[in-house]
C-alpha cells in the first residue's frame, strides 16, 4: 500500500507561483512513475505531468509546458509540482497519483494504483 499526501495548494493571482508537494508512504517509492492530475469544476480529470522513477524523464500537458516543472526526491519519498505564471484556467483540485510502472505511457486511462485527496488551487484575475 502507498498513502499519497498533497499539500501546498491555496489561492494566488494570475501571474503568481505555487509549489505542490506530494509525500508518500512507502518503501517502493522509488521506483514508482508519479504524476500529477487536476480536477476542475464540472470537468474530467485531466493529466497534468509525470515523471519516472529515476527523475530523468518528464511529461507535461500542453496547456502547463513551460510554466510548471514536476520534480523528485526518492530520498525524501517526495514529489513536486512547481507551477509559475498561473492562470485562472489552472484553478482545479490536484491530485497526486502513484503507477508501480517505472515510466509513464503517454495518455493512458489506467495511470494510477494510488491516488492523494486533491489540493485545491485557485488562481484569480
Known amino acids: 500500500q502507498v498513502q499519497l499526501v498533497e499539500s501546498g495548494g491555496g489561492s494566488v493571482q494570475a501571474g503568481g507561483s505555487l509549489r505542490l508537494s506530494c509525500a508518500a508512504s512507502?518503501?517502493?517509492?522509488?521506483?514508482?512513475?508519479m504524476g500529477w492530475f487536476r480536477q476542475a469544476p464540472g470537468k474530467e480529470r485531466e493529466f497534468v505531468s509525470a515523471?519516472?522513477?529515476?527523475?530523468?524523464?518528464?511529461y507535461y500537458d500542453d496547456s502547463v509546458k513551460g510554466r510548471f516543472t514536476i520534480s523528485r526526491d526518492n530520498a525524501k519519498n517526495t514529489v513536486y509540482l512547481q507551477m509559475n505564471s498561473l492562470k485562472p484556467e489552472d484553478t482545479a483540485v490536484y491530485f497526486c497519483?502513484?503507477?508501480?510502472?517505472?515510466?509513464?505511457?503517454?495518455?493512458?486511462?489506467?495511470?494510477?494504483?494510488?491516488w492523494g485527496q486533491g489540493t485545491q488551487v485557485t488562481v484569480s484575475s
Open positions: 497519483a502513484a503507477d508501480h510502472r517505472p515510466y509513464y505511457n503517454g495518455d493512458d486511462p489506467t495511470f494510477g494504483d494510488y
Open positions: 512507502g518503501r517502493r517509492f522509488s521506483s514508482y512513475c
Open positions: 515523471i519516472d522513477w529515476s527523475g530523468f524523464s518528464t
